[in-house]
């Protein structure tokens, strides 16, 4: 469970006369419960980014507090690290190495000797449908077969809570179903805290059960899709996703 609790943080733009303070998060809350997948759903700019690198202990916020699994974030992080499994837009993979070894060397970082790298790297194999993959360098992957190798790594130490920021990026529509589909599996079967940022409508109507709507870094709404239409007075999810991020001043409501 991944508990957000009014966070804030701003940055400095520029230097001297010009330098301008931009308030990035201004009072974002939510909680993402185990075996439930949470959308963060926003407009660029929005503060879903800079929500998400504040919970993976990526930067330390200006006020408000996070805890992972009842670990507090800023206090001990390197505790609620290894309890996250980190998807990040820029996936990074090393691009000499192979899909095997990019995961077990993040397997190897997060503490698991060898064999129980390999291991993993071979379960995971199965679950991403990655095994015609392993083998070969990732220099000149697909952005799916740069996915699936990222998120395989990212799952590597089997974390309890999983963190993905716009997953879908530059994923065709295959590769995004069966990202979904991994998704799905991982919420059902492992009981997986799932929280992924987007602003793709219809990514959130297929796969959220919880949805938190940020607006001007700040949580101006959360609850089910259907709990959020019946809020915003509309059947239409995206007409109801404007209504609500666009309304006016920031009030926090979950809809049920």
């Given at each position: ?88 837009d ?18 190897r ?11 993993r ?32 790594r ?31 599996r ?55 996703f ?15």
């Open positions: 469970m991944i508990v957000v609790d009014h966070l804030q943080r701003a940055f400095v733009r520029g230097s001297g006369r010009r330098a301008q303070v931009v308030q990035a998060v201004a009072g974002a809350t939510f909680t993402a419960a185990d075996g439930c997948i949470t959308g963060l759903l926003g407009s660029n700019g929005a503060g879903k980014t800079t929500t998400l690198r504040i919970v993976a202990s990526l930067l330390p916020p200006d006020a408000g507090r996070v805890a992972v699994d009842g670990i507090d974030v800023a206090r001990q992080p390197g505790a609620a690290r290894a309890r996250l499994g980190v998807l990040s820029a996936r990074g993979l090393y691009p000499r190495l192979t899909a095997r070894e990019n995961i077990v060397y993040y397997g970082l997060q503490g698991l000797d060898k064999a129980g790298a390999e291991a790297t071979e379960a995971l194999a199965g679950l991403l449908d990655l095994q015609p993959l392993l083998d070969r360098r990732t220099e000149g992957f697909s952005q799916g077969e740069r996915m699936k190798t990222a998120l395989a990212a799952l590597v130490h089997d974390p309890p809570n999983i963190i993905l920021d716009e997953p879908t990026n530059g994923l065709d529509v295959l590769a995004t179903r069966a990202l979904r589909d991994t998704l799905r991982l919420r059902d079967e492992e009981r997986k805290c799932i929280v992924f940022s987007t602003h793709i409508m219809q990514e959130v109507e297929r796969l959220c059960d919880h949805v938190v709507v940020m607006a001007a870094g700040r949580t101006v709404a959360e609850g089910s899709v259907p709990a959020l239409c019946e809020r915003a007075g509309t059947r239409d999810f995206e007409q109801a404007v209504t609500l991020a666009f309304a006016g001043p920031a009030v926090v409501r979950e809809a049920r």
